[in-house]
């Protein structure tokens, strides 16, 4: 798993990964139990919190199953909503009705918390659809405050992130990954352009 993205919203999409055109082949989120590990690593649950998650879950199977089609629909409608944006056009309505309906659900189950400001935490909701809260939150949140004109796309995956380059010339998801493997490609093109000659 990675988080590439920028936004706890993205680093959701990016759960699915493949080529930058097509359908994606590789799926980080394959079962509840999967959402609530990618919940951890992403930082908006604690070790406590999805111990309970899990336990909550073993306890109602059908009620698990429905939250986990919830989560992919959600990431499928959020894909709706930025993978257009990435490419300087305006999402679909219907999809923004969903993420409307989404976070009014969300702040139904959110307290404001004051740190240096307040801010809304889901801490106290021992719902399966917790993991979900947060990603709408954050999707909400890019949308009327972040720079859609820095969103894009990774030049060689599928991945979507936040450009916060000065110059806003960022090209991949991650120098490591797809930034490397072009100067490679790069560099296998000469060298093979060289020996013909």
């Keep these: 798993m990675r988080l590439v993205g920028g936004d706890l919203a993205l680093d959701f999409l990016n759960t699915r990964a493949g080529p930058p055109v097509g359908p994606p082949?590789?799926?980080?989120?394959?079962?509840?139990?999967?959402?609530?590990?990618?919940?951890?690593?992403?930082?908006?649950?604690?070790?406590?919190?999805?111990?309970?998650?899990?336990?909550l879950s073993r306890g109602s199977p059908d009620?698990?199953?429905?939250?986990?089609?919830?989560?992919?629909?959600?990431?499928?409608?959020?894909?709706?909503?930025?993978?257009?944006?990435?490419?300087?056009?305006?999402?679909g309505v219907a999809a923004l009705t969903r993420l409307r309906d989404d976070e009014a659900d969300a702040l139904a189950h959110a307290q404001l918390m004051r740190g240096k400001t307040f801010a809304w935490s889901w801490r106290d909701?021992?719902?399966?659809?917790?993991?979900?809260?947060?990603?709408?939150?954050?999707?909400?949140?890019?949308?009327?405050?972040?720079?859609?004109?820095?969103?894009?796309?990774?030049?060689?995956?599928?991945?979507?992130?936040?450009?916060?380059?000065k110059n806003r010339s960022r090209r991949w998801c991650s120098m490591d990954d797809c930034g490397t493997a072009e100067k490679i490609r790069r560099y296998v093109e000469v060298r093979r352009i060289r020996t013909r000659r």
Excluded: M, N
């Design 125 to 165: 909701d021992h719902t399966l659809a917790r993991p979900l809260r947060p990603v709408v939150h954050a999707a909400v949140q890019l949308l009327t405050t972040g720079g859609l004109d820095r969103i894009k796309r990774c030049a060689g995956c599928r991945f979507l992130f936040i450009d916060e380059s």
């Design 25 to 55: 082949d590789d799926d980080v989120l394959t079962g509840y139990a999967e959402l609530v590990a990618w919940s951890v690593y992403a930082g908006t649950l604690t070790e406590t919190q999805a111990a309970a998650l899990r336990r």
């Design 63 to 91: 009620s698990t199953r429905t939250t986990f089609a919830q989560a992919l629909r959600t990431r499928d409608y959020l894909d709706e909503v930025f993978r257009p944006l990435a490419a300087g056009e305006d999402p």
